[in-house]
C-alpha cells in the first residue's frame, strides 16, 4: 500500500503563477524558494496571488506540527493572547487553546 504524498505545493504556485499571474511572480518569489512550504506559507501565497476572500473558510484550514509551533513562537514573540492571536490568524480562541495544552505542556 502506498503512503500518501502530500501535494507539491511549489509547482501549483509556480504553474499558477507562470500561466495566469506572470506579474506576481516577484512578490512570490522569496516565498517560493524556500524548501518547504508551511501551511502559513501557503496561506500568504494565496492572498498574494488571488488577494483576500471573504468567502474563504477557515474550516478547511489544517495545520502540520511545524506551522503550530511556528505560530505559538508568534504568539510568545508577539506577547499576544489566545484571542489576539486568533484573530491575527484567523483561528478560533478554543483552537490556540487547545495547541497550548498540546505543545506548550
Known amino acids: 500500500?502506498?503512503?500518501?504524498?502530500?501535494?507539491?505545493?511549489?509547482?501549483?504556485?509556480?504553474d499558477i503563477l507562470a500561466r495566469k499571474y506572470p506579474?506576481?511572480?516577484?512578490?512570490?518569489?522569496?516565498?517560493?524558494?524556500?524548501?518547504?512550504?508551511?501551511?502559513?506559507?501557503i496561506l500568504k501565497l494565496n492572498t498574494i496571488?488571488?488577494?483576500?476572500s471573504e468567502k474563504s473558510n477557515s474550516r478547511y484550514k489544517s495545520y502540520k506540527t511545524p506551522d503550530i509551533v511556528k505560530i505559538l513562537d508568534y504568539q510568545k514573540k508577539?506577547?499576544?493572547?489566545?484571542?489576539?492571536?486568533?484573530i491575527h490568524f484567523k483561528l478560533s480562541r478554543?483552537?490556540?487553546?487547545?495547541w497550548k495544552k498540546i505543545f506548550l505542556v
Open 1 to 14: 500500500m502506498e503512503k500518501y504524498k502530500a501535494p507539491d505545493f511549489k509547482q501549483i504556485y509556480t
Open 23 to 41: 506579474q506576481k511572480y516577484k512578490l512570490c518569489k522569496h516565498l517560493l524558494s524556500k524548501n518547504e512550504l508551511l501551511a502559513l506559507d
Open 49 to 52: 496571488i488571488f488577494g483576500v
Open 78 to 86: 508577539n506577547k499576544l493572547n489566545n484571542s489576539q492571536l486568533a
Open 94 to 98: 478554543n483552537t490556540v487553546a487547545k
